[in-house]
């Protein structure tokens, strides 16, 4: 068993790297699926994980940390929302404005806090079970987040999939003029959906600065936001290929990261290239099925609703 | 609701250029607020931010120093967003131009001719518009969404900067410092003015816009850009071809930010350093929609997104606000330019009709 000693903290790593991938892709899933488009989600990531981080360090109540976080992805997808669903603004630039907005807010909360400490989010230890080899420490030892992020995905597919509400806002998503003329509230709908897809955003901003490295550094999701949207194409809008998605980033960030630590004879930035262009390589792969994505893709995509009476 | 939102018959003209300036103003009156709540004298700050950095000749010849790599990629995306090509990595293809633009210097640095600069400012263009040929390419030949990936490709452009720079191209007679050798004469930008910074890159910036004016109003190219942004079935029947256009756009962009790089490498930072630009790629996105997609509105927006640069150096020296507020400050102008967007094409009607019947 000992030459195997390395998986163990291999997979707790990799865990930690997809979660707040699991998050922010969960949420702009929802959000996708009701038919708009939010390029924001760098910037709510960062605003979630600002704010997370600065209410663990004053209160070092993590619970209320989250819930900052989630509050704070939620505020700036509702301003998201006003501009795109009431006030009608093009979608592709509201979400690009709220990345850039994002980026410049998060540097101003977080900059008396740069560099400043905490620790990280407790792992659970649940009784006994937490001290099985291998399964143990993998299963049973991890914080509150990794199995909410399990949780999510299971709820938003059950949401989706079995619940009248889901088929409502898919069909939102995929005609809203029909859904218009039915009586459902469009607008309402999709701004719950942004407003979701801002809350989870804001808890994968959030599990970055208070478990993967527990600290606020400017701009440190480095382009998770991103890779969050490319997952969701690559998981053709699916939930369950979302959480697939995410941990084989996770999993190429950490082979990266530990092929550095093993010294390999590579230079580190060529290493920390891969996971931006394993993202467009998925990309292109799956892309190329046009036909796929036009059958899986929310018809109402980015398209703007105004009812015509 | 008291408020309605009716579309307009057709959209207005004034409003077009009205917006921007509504904006601004709401932008001024929302960082009043800021500036409160950070503690600082709001009016003392807005004259840091807006009045002091054009005191001198010195610092007015600043603005144009900060403005060029910023309109030299808002007028190339603005030519791509007019055909709804939405191309986000311009910080990307900046780093690319000046990586291939100075790597005439680095690996020949004894070079003494006047053929120097000018062959570093077309390296420059090659090696931003093949940074934009990939995601032109997957984008035409497999559909991957080019948003996505143009803007990978920014972090991949970066992490190549700094290998180069932490490697091969570090000076050997720089201290083990990540920077190249201080470019020679035959380099360097020739500088406009002496006694300032401002370098012959401005009149790059100017002729580029000058250019895609002429491109946009009077040629075909223009014209089948526009065309197929608007309506991309009516460009189809006219036999307009989208991929032609996806691969004109992202070039053109991608050459005139490779520029922007290579004049800021050999004009104000005179070496190459791991850290080429504080985000004038994405900058140029808030440029280019605050100038309206034209490049006269594009010089001027320029101008103004510089200002908030020197404002924030100005106001962090003069006030120590942090540097951060001028990233806050410059997203602000582009939200509130979206909001007040929905002006061009819509009109708010009071609701009273509805209120009498019930």
């Known amino acids: 068993m000992s030459g195997f000693d390395w998986i163990v903290p291999v997979i707790l790593t990799v865990i930690t790297a997809a979660t707040p991938l699991v998050f922010a892709g969960i949420g702009e899933l929802v959000t996708e699926k009701s038919g708009v488009l939010n390029l924001g989600v760098e910037g709510m990531m960062l605003v979630g994980a600002v704010s997370g981080f600065i209410t663990a360090l004053v209160t070092g109540n993590y619970f209320l940390a989250v819930c900052a976080a989630a509050f704070a992805g939620a505020v700036m997808a509702f301003l998201f929302g006003v501009l795109t669903l ?92 029909a859904a218009h003329s039915i009586g459902y509230p469009v607008i309402a709908i999709r701004y719950l959906a942004v407003m979701f897809g801002g809350a989870m955003s804001g808890i994968g901003g959030a599990y970055l600065s208070l478990a993967y490295t527990p600290m606020w550094a400017e701009n440190m999701t480095a382009g998770r936001g991103w890779i969050a949207l490319a997952l969701i194409v690559f998981a053709t809008w699916k939930p369950g290929l979302v959480l697939v998605g995410a941990y084989m980033f996770g999993g190429i960030t950490i082979l990266q990261l530990h092929a550095q630590a093993a010294g390999l004879n590579v230079p580190s930035q060529v290493l920390s290239m891969l996971p931006y262009l394993a993202t467009i390589i998925v990309l292109v792969l799956i892309s190329k099925d046009e036909s796929r994505i036009r059958k899986h893709a929310p018809a109402c995509i980015g398209k703007i609703f105004h009812p015509a009476a | 609701m008291l408020l309605k939102i ?34 600082v004298n709001p009016i003392e700050a807005l004259y840091q931010f807006f009045i002091a950095p054009l005191d001198t000749q010195y610092e007015f010849s600043e603005l144009f120093v900060k403005a060029t790599p910023l309109i030299l990629c808002a007028i190339g995306l603005s030519v791509g967003f007019r055909a709804n090509v939405w191309n986000i990595g311009a910080e990307g293809q900046l780093t690319m131009g000046a990586i291939v633009g100075s790597s005439l210097f680095i690996y020949f640095p004894e070079t003494d001719s006047v053929f120097l600069l000018p062959a570093m400012i077309i390296m420059g263009a090659l090696g931003g518009a093949a940074w934009a040929a990939i995601p032109a390419f997957f984008k035409t030949r497999f559909n991957a969404n080019e948003i996505l990936t143009s803007l990978m490709l920014v972090y991949v452009a970066l992490l190549l900067l700094s290998l180069l720079i932490h490697g091969p191209w570090r000076d050997p007679a720089g201290f083990n410092f990540p920077e190249s050798q201080t470019f020679s004469e035959s380099a360097d930008m020739p500088i406009l003015i002496s006694g300032t910074r401002m370098h012959f890159g401005t009149l790059l910036a100017l002729f580029a816009v000058f250019g895609a004016w002429i491109m946009m109003a009077r040629t075909l190219i223009g014209f089948q850009i526009k065309v197929i942004g608007e309506a991309p079935r009516a460009g189809g029947y006219a036999g307009f071809s989208q991929k032609k256009i996806i691969w004109f756009t992202l070039l053109f962009a991608g050459a005139l930010s490779g520029i922007a790089g290579l004049s800021e490498v050999s004009g104000p930072i005179d070496q190459v350093v791991p850290s080429i630009s504080p985000g004038y790629g994405f900058t140029a996105i808030i440029v280019a929609f605050l100038g309206r997609l034209h490049p006269v509105g594009i010089f001027f927006a320029g101008l103004l997104m510089a200002l908030t640069y020197l404002g924030g150096e100005t106001a962090q020296i003069n006030l120590g606000l942090p540097v951060a507020v001028t990233g806050v400050f410059q997203g602000m102008v582009l939200f509130f330019l979206l909001a007040c967007d929905v002006l061009v094409h819509y009109r708010f009607r009071l609701n009273i009709a509805r209120k009498a019947t019930s």
């Open chain 1, 86 to 177: 009431s006030l009608m603004a093009n979608q592709v630039a509201t979400g690009l404005a709220l990345t850039l907005f994002g980026v410049g807010l998060s540097a101003l909360m977080g900059q008396e806090f740069v560099g400043e400490p905490i620790s990280a989010l407790n792992k659970l230890n649940i009784a006994g079970l937490s001290d099985l080899p291998f399964i143990g420490p993998i299963l049973f030892a991890q914080d509150a987040l990794v199995y909410l992020s399990f949780a999510m995905v299971a709820i938003v597919s059950w949401f989706l999939y079995k619940t009248k509400a889901g088929l409502v806002l898919r069909a939102v998503g995929d005609s809203h003029d």
């Open chain 2, 6 to 39: 009716e579309k307009r018959a057709e959209y207005s003209k004034s409003m077009v250029y009205l917006t921007p300036i509504i904006a601004l103003v709401l932008t001024v009156l929302t960082s009043i607020v800021l500036f409160e709540s950070l503690g």
